[in-house]
């Protein structure tokens, strides 16, 4: 049964990456597709609060998403960018937060410690755009967001579907203003 949370909050117009931890999924470097998708709920202007359904032939938006790149075992002779991670000789994984560099992650403060079980959403500035409702300074709207993961591998390859429920979108003056 879905859940009627609201998962993420927004301002109209804003750009936003979102990090998503996929527990059941693991490692996010082995083997899956991901689709994230926002659908336009059945808002009103006058709604006190978020609506239960979508609206009937709403907007439906695909989502980019990121996944880390996986560099594999660390080198000293690899230069390794902001967002991509490795293993150390022990098996421990780490992604780098600064700048570019081929420096030991276990002594290099631009690097922490990583689960690889993540993605990242990426939201878009026009996500509402469309929408039949757009915010008002009194009445946010609200869309339906859900994630899947998908195996690419096996004989019955597995779908999960980790997140699922509301994004909320409030009003912003300077979406307006030209």
Known sequence: MFNPEIL???THGEQREVEVTLKPV??????????????????TADQAEAPLRRRFNGVQTV???????????????????????VRNAAGDAFVLKGAPSGADPVTDGAWEE????????????????????????????????GVRAT????????????????IELGFSPTHIVN
């Open 26 to 43: 693991g490692d996010t470097s082995l083997g899956f597709t991901y689709e994230a998708v926002v659908i336009e709920g059945d808002n």
């Open 63 to 85: 989502l980019e998403i990121r996944v880390p790149l996986a560099r594999g075992v660390w080198s000293a002779s690899n230069t390794y960018l902001s967002g991509e991670w």
């Open 114 to 145: 990583y689960v690889p079980d993540k993605i990242f959403v990426r939201f878009p500035d026009t996500l509402i755009d469309g929408w039949a409702q757009l915010p008002r300074a009194d009445t946010p709207v609200y869309g339906f967001f």
């Open 8 to 10: 993420y909050r927004f």
């Open 151 to 166: 195996e690419t591998t096996g004989e019955f390859p597995q779908t999960y579907k980790p997140l699922a429920g509301l």
